[in-house]
């Protein structure tokens, strides 16, 4: 199947994933969401992909929400698949093995800041401006906004945001912890993927056990989540690349590269 709305490029280990739909700021419509789903299950059943990076296309944004003019047409089946459908994708994209980094370049708004904060690890070019401008449109955030925005910068802060619908620019997003650093907009995609390389050359099984521990240890109560870590660092310890890395330092070489998946 042709995609048009999301682009994959694939450069050594590292996936670049870029959603096409520039003339609407690229604006989540259904046909953006299906291909998404189909670029993710790609990217999950490769073997040969160890990180993503997730950007939009062009200069202004990188996803300005969910497609305002498709939802306004909605009945309530259309809208209750259309969260359906979109609940999934982002779960989907959450809960992929591999880290994801969000290379923001523009506006991140409604679904598109909920997008972003479906990554693991989120880079904005100083242009970028976030907000959750739902609850203007006379609907909440629906796809994971008032959750994820909560965990990731405290309720108070994610309430202003919400109630508000303030937008919030680069350095404050920073400031907050919305974002993990803030670069000029022509270096965006360099630093993306070059952190992305790093992480792609790093043990993919530990990096992935590591990914699974931390999302599942958030949800859990201390107690649990140490068993959570303690039961994946065990797993690391049925793995080649644990016996090599290991030897390679105590011998003092060059481990030559990881061979578990
Ligand atoms: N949807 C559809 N088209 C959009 C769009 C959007 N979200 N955002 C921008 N566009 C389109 C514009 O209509 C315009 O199209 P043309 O008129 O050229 O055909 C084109 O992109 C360029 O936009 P502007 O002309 O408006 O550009 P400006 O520079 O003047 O303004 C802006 C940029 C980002 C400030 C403005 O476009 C804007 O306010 N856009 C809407 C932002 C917004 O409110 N986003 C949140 C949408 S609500 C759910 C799950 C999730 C959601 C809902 C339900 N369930 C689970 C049920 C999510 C909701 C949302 O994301």
Redesign the pocket.
């Known amino acids: 199947m042709e995609l048009k709305n999301v682009l994959l490029q694939k450069e050594g280990n590292v996936a670049l994933v870029t959603i096409n739909r520039p003339?609407?700021?690229?604006?989540?419509?259904s046909e953006t969401l299906k291909e998404l789903d189909i670029v993710i299950d790609e990217i999950a059943n490769s073997n040969d992909i160890f990180a993503v990076v997730l950007t939009g296309a062009g200069e202004?944004?990188f996803?300005?929400?969910?497609?305002?003019?498709?939802?306004k047409e909605m009945n309530v089946l259309q809208?209750?698949n259309?969260?359906?459908l979109?609940?999934k994708v982002f779960r989907k994209l959450e809960t992929l093995e591999i880290p994801v980094i969000a290379a923001i370049n523009?506006?991140a708004?409604?679904?598109?800041?909920?997008l972003s904060m479906a990554c693991d690890i989120r880079i904005a070019s100083e242009k970028a401006?976030f907000?959750?401008?739902?609850v203007?449109?006379g609907?909440?955030?629906?796809?994971?906004?008032t959750q994820r925005l909560a965990r990731l910068v405290g309720m108070g802060m994610a309430k202003e945001i919400i109630y508000s619908?303030r937008?919030i620019d680069a350095q404050k997003a920073l400031q907050i912890g919305l974002v993990n650093s803030v670069v000029a907009p022509e270096a965006l995609l360099d630093e993306a993927k070059k952190l992305a390389g790093e992480i792609a050359s790093k043990a993919p099984v530990a990096v992935k056990l590591s990914k699974q521990a931390i999302n599942r240890g958030m949800q859990v109560d201390m107690d649990t989540a140490i068993m959570i870590e303690a039961e994946v660092f065990g797993e690391c310890f049925s793995t080649e690349d644990q016996t090599d890395a290991m030897t390679a330092f105590v011998e003092k070489r060059k481990l030559e590269g990881f061979k578990n998946r």
Do not use: H, W, Y
């Open positions: 003339k609407a700021l690229n604006a989540l419509n202004k944004a996803v300005a929400g969910a497609d305002i003019s498709e939802m809208g209750r259309f969260a359906i979109g609940n523009g506006f708004l409604g679904g598109g800041c909920e401006k907000g959750q401008p739902e203007g449109l609907i909440t955030p629906g796809f994971g906004g619908t937008l």
